[in-house]
């Protein structure tokens, strides 16, 4: 739950910002009236929803009212406009025939402003393709948030259903889930929920009509369905009997495999197949779009939960119900009151262990467990991003339509003087934006389903419902919005600088008396400022991003990953230890016998692509310890001779493990430098570990460097590595294996002689994974570089923008002053001294630009922690390179006018007058 | 000035209707009067914000509602604004609901319903 956490204040005040910001567009009167009571109660309805439906339910509520206000103010300065009327025109007929008055105005004001643009069409092309990109980055981006984040699952009543994880920081383990005697505390004592089921996903061999195949299972409890509120969509779906200890084999296939698999015949049920080597009977389909708990999944077993089960043993994922009534916080407090009963039902577990392991349980919407809190702050930011480059669009465009605004002063003046109002005027250059704004909602509503397309496409594996993205009629409302919003602002400035007061004197002196004012410029010079502050920005978020993903590349796994490829296969649960690992080693052994091997290692897991690892708590001979003492706690997993090797993992001090240690039954065990250093007197050979007190004490014959074997990014654990076969004190869980192979410089492993070599040993073992190490350690940075690729697009999206706004400013000014500088060159003026003048016009926005996107991006990039590695947000690298790169851009952008300055022919100058 | 005629405003805005049914069980606050329009509706209307305190605005201005002075509850927060049903709220309320039943009945009357 952690980034949600943050996350939901800062979302209840943007929404607040926002809501008020957009009320500003309200005319004043309508703002006194009833605004500040609206955005009094928005806060308070924010608030609850926060509440009551998390970070999901704000946005939400911030998106509707947002779009309920943007609706409201067009009627509100309907309102406002036929009130005058009235009052202007006494009796003129009340409002309906203003309406039509202003209907038929309106249109007026379309098709002058069509048929001016249309005069123009590079500048009407550019400003409302410049929207375009704004509009459909941002309707892009939200279309992933909507469907990821705040679509909720499609299940009946999905925000009730909860997931129960467990914290245990004071062990040191990977994120605990439950167990079976955590499942039964619920399932018994916890009136909160009114139903509770569980789930484990893995993997099987599936052989039907003779063929092998690895599938993707979830063993679940019968209740889930029930809970889920899903049925089978043919045959059944599991009851009690099926998940008996005793029961016959069942399972219910996916849709996709049906289809794929099974030719979507109806036939099938009834029919059997062999998993793992059990004969079990499909019994049902489930529905399409079914996606619990992720596409991958093929096949739905019954999973046994034993009342009586252990205490110990956390590998299964829970799920409840929230009984009718009960709050998530509410059921929250209770879970944690009942963990005091953990002690009463298992005697094995004290108090006081629960205590010093910091023992408790987290309940949270499993919509936010599906999407996990660094995925949801990754699309958050990504939004907020493409929101900025929307902004800066509009401000461009605003720069644009200023100039033109100028360009044109002498026919407004006309018009003004021809009895044409400010607010007819004002409606002018309404008419104008908003044909801009529907220009761009036109074309950047396509553009934005082209850009989803690419993002379901070439997203990282990491987003979980991608594949449920697509635009919705609500982006279509979202685009209308963005369009008319970016129409309006675009309007203000203008509407504001050339009221029809202002425009009496420009006729009087051939619209050239207020040039050079030094007020003239200055509402575009701040436009350009803050859309330069907020390309820094962008800036220095995708230098963060760009440090963070270089610090996750540049971690050491530990060892040599070049040249290593990992071949996973399986021959099924429950395959006896000593069969399996000699199953293995052959195939290991004839592989190794293939041309371009130079070594080739055995493990039931490896580095970071998976496995069957354990941990739990271990003792260690030489130091006995009280029972009420916190045991330490430890990974450990099964390796063969020439492991070590064959990956290159270093091995520290000691001997690496031998086949004939396996082979001669001795228990030995190596130990990494973390476990040495953590656990063990000395340097730790010599002494002697076991994970479980009915076997024997294994001798530590070695320490072998630290690898990252579960996370590339999480600090390395305590591992132990055993050997493969141990004889009577083995743990080894040999369902599945890899073979880690290792080619000789130039060579390349051949996936067909390695299949052929397995189905040679036994035809029903398939290969589950063929994948190079290197392939391994890309996927491991895979949301990283999405997350990173986004955001140096926009920032280099804004950058571009913000740097054609300082041009063209510059350039127009240079324009202006083209005579004055003719008559400086003529007085003798040098051209350093020219292009200093006006550079010196340029710096001084930029600088103001630099400053104010520092402090912003200070503050902002704070917002990022949660997806940085290793990389401070106040990072001085990005700090610095930022500006230094916006400030190189930003002189390139004013140093064009001014070297076009430098070269103005006085004559030319002055004759053009 | 002859008194307003109520069947002038028909048929009233969704938002409207849900202001006065509620303020006709007494004075409310906005907050309030949107939690008995979701619970009365099962979450099927949402009275937004903008939507709400204008629509309260408005008939106000029409003179179908009224601010309440002095005795709201001293606990509550001072920037609520009570309102309650005037007499031509009521008439309004009254006019809209026998429009309504008026469609009711004739789509009883139907075929659909077993009419003749």
């Known amino acids: 739950m952690g980034g949600h956490v943050r996350l939901r204040p800062t979302l209840i005040r943007i929404g607040r910002i926002a809501f008020g910001l957009l009320a500003g567009l309200l005319p004043p009167k309508a703002r006194r009236e009833w605004g500040r009571e609206a955005a009094a109660d928005l806060h308070q309805l924010l608030e609850s929803a926060g509440r009551a439906g998390g970070s999901g339910a704000v946005a939400r509520v911030v998106i509707r009212s947002l779009m309920d206000l943007a609706g409201r103010i067009p009627v509100e300065w309907a309102r406002v406009l036929s009130m005058r009327e009235r009052h202007g025109h006494v009796n003129a007929g009340g409002s309906r025939q203003g309406w039509g008055e202003r209907v038929m105005s309106m249109w007026h004001e379309l098709r002058i402003a069509l048929r001016t643009l249309a005069r123009r069409p590079g500048y009407a092309a550019t400003a409302s393709l410049t929207l375009a990109l704004g509009i459909a980055g941002s309707v892009s981006i939200f279309t992933v948030v909507r469907a990821v984040l705040l679509e909720p699952l499609p299940y009946p009543d999905s925000d009730r259903i909860v997931s129960i994880r467990h914290h245990a920081p004071g062990l040191d383990l990977p994120e605990l889930e439950n167990s079976e005697g955590t499942l039964a505390l619920y399932a018994q004592e916890a009136d909160f929920l009114s139903e509770v089921a569980a789930y484990d996903t893995g993997e099987r061999n599936l052989v039907s009509e003779g063929r092998p195949e690895r599938v993707e299972i979830v063993q679940v409890s019968p209740g889930l369905l029930p809970l889920l509120g899903v049925d089978a969509w043919l045959g059944r779906g599991f009851t009690e009997d099926d998940a008996g200890e005793a029961a016959a084999p069942v399972a219910l296939l996916s849709h996709g495999v049906w289809v794929n698999r099974f030719g979507a015949d109806p036939g099938v049920l009834g029919s059997t197949v062999r998993i793992d080597g059990r004969v079990s009977e499909l019994v049902g389909v489930m529905p399409e779009g079914f996606d619990f708990p992720s596409p991958d999944v093929d096949i739905y077993l019954p999973l046994y939960l034993d009342p009586q089960g252990p205490f110990g043993a956390f590998g299964l994922a829970g799920v409840g119900r929230l009984g009718p009534g009960v709050s998530l916080e509410a059921a929250a407090v209770q879970a944690e009151a009942l963990q005091e009963r953990l002690p009463e039902m298992h005697p094995g577990i004290e108090a006081d262990f629960l205590e010093g392991a910091g023992w408790s349980v987290s309940l949270e919407r499993l919509q936010e467990r599906m999407v996990g809190a660094e995925v949801a702050s990754a699309l958050w930011i990504v939004l907020a991003t493409v929101g900025v480059v929307f902004l800066i669009a509009c401000a461009n465009v605003t720069n644009l339509f200023l100039v033109r605004a100028e360009s044109r002063q002498k026919e407004l003046a006309v018009r003004a003087a021809m009895g044409a109002g400010g607010r007819r005027l004002a409606g002018g250059f309404l008419a104008e934006s908003l044909v801009l704004g529907a220009a761009g909602g036109l074309v950047g509503g396509p553009l934005a389903a082209v850009a989803v397309g690419l993002l379901v496409r070439h997203g990282p594996p990491g987003i979980p419902r991608l594949h449920e993205v697509a635009l919705g009629p609500l982006e279509m409302g979202l685009t209308a919005l963005l369009a008319v919003v970016a129409g309006v602002l675009l309007a203000i400035l203008p509407a504001l600088r050339w009221r029809g007061s202002r425009l009496a004197g420009i006729l009087r002196d051939g619209g050239r008396a207020s040039t050079d004012g030094p007020g003239r410029h200055r509402v575009r010079n701040v436009l350009v400022a803050g859309q330069l502050a907020m390309a820094l920005v962008l800036l220095v978020g995708s230098g963060l991003m760009l440090r963070s993903f270089d610090a996750v590349r540049k971690v050491d796994p530990g060892f040599e990953a070049t040249g290593v490829v990992t071949v996973g296969l399986s021959l099924g649960e429950g395959v006896d230890g000593r069969a399996g690992a000699t199953f293995y080693q052959e195939v290991a052994d004839r592989v190794g016998a293939l041309p371009g091997v130079a070594s080739v290692g055995l493990a039931n897991a490896v580095p970071l692509a998976g496995g069957s690892a354990n941990g739990g708590s271990f003792y260690v001979e030489s130091m006995p310890r009280d029972d009420d003492e916190l045991p330490p706690v430890a990974m450990y997993k099964a390796v063969g001779a020439d492991y070590l090797e064959s990956l290159g993992h270093p091995l520290v001090r000691g001997r690496a493990l031998t086949r004939g240690d396996w082979e001669s039954g001795e228990p030995v065990a190596l130990v990494n430098e973390t476990f040495a250093r953590r656990f063990l007197p000395n340097d730790g050979l010599g002494e002697a570990i076991r994970w479980d007190e009915e076997l024997d004490f294994a001798r530590v014959v070695g320490v072998v460097a630290d690898v990252r074997e579960l996370d590339l990014t999480e600090p390395p654990r305590a591992w132990a590595y055993l050997p493969l076969v141990v004889g009577e004190w083995g743990y080894p869980n040999m369902d599945r294996a890899y073979l880690t192979v290792r080619t000789q410089e130039g060579a390349s492993l051949s996936a067909p002689s390695v299949r052929e070599i397995v189905a040679e040993l036994d035809p029903t073992v398939p290969l589950t994974s063929i994948r190079t190490m290197e392939e391994v350690l890309a996927a491991e940075t895979a949301g990283t570089s999405f997350t990173m690729t986004l955001l140096l697009i926009a920032a280099l999206t804004a950058l571009f923008l913000g740097s054609i706004g300082l041009f063209g400013v510059v350039s127009y000014v240079v324009g202006q002053r083209t005579r004055e500088i003719g008559v400086r060159v003529a007085l003798g003026a040098r051209a350093e001294e020219i292009r200093a003048l006006v550079f010196r016009q340029g710096i001084g926005v930029v600088a103001g630009g630099v400053v104010l996107g520092l402090v912003a991006a200070f503050g902002l990039s704070r917002l990022m922690a949660s997806i940085l590695f290793e990389v401070s947000t106040s990072d001085p690298v990005s700090f610095l390179l930022a500006p230094v790169v916006l400030v190189a851009v930003a002189l390139l952008a004013t140093w064009l006018p001014a070297r076009r300055a430098a070269r103005v022919d006085p004559l030319e100058a002055l004759r053009a007058e | ?116």
């Open chain 2, 1 to 116: 000035m002859t008194p307003p005629d109520p069947h002038a405003h028909l048929p009233l805005k969704t938002a409207w209707f849900h202001i006065l049914l509620t303020l006709a069980d007494g004075p409310a606050h906005g907050y309030a009067i949107r939690e008995q329009t979701e619970g009365r509706t099962d979450g099927a209307v949402t009275l937004w914000p903008a939507t709400l305190y204008g629509a309260l605005r408005d008939l106000e201005e029409l003179g179908a509602i009224e601010p309440l002075q002095g005795d709201a509850d001293p606990d509550d927060d001072q920037r609520r604004r009570y309102h309650a049903l005037t007499s031509f709220g009521a008439a309004l309320l009254r006019a809209e609901t026998e429009r309504l039943q008026g469609l009711v009945d004739a789509a009883r009357a139907s075929r659909a319903w077993g009419g003749t």
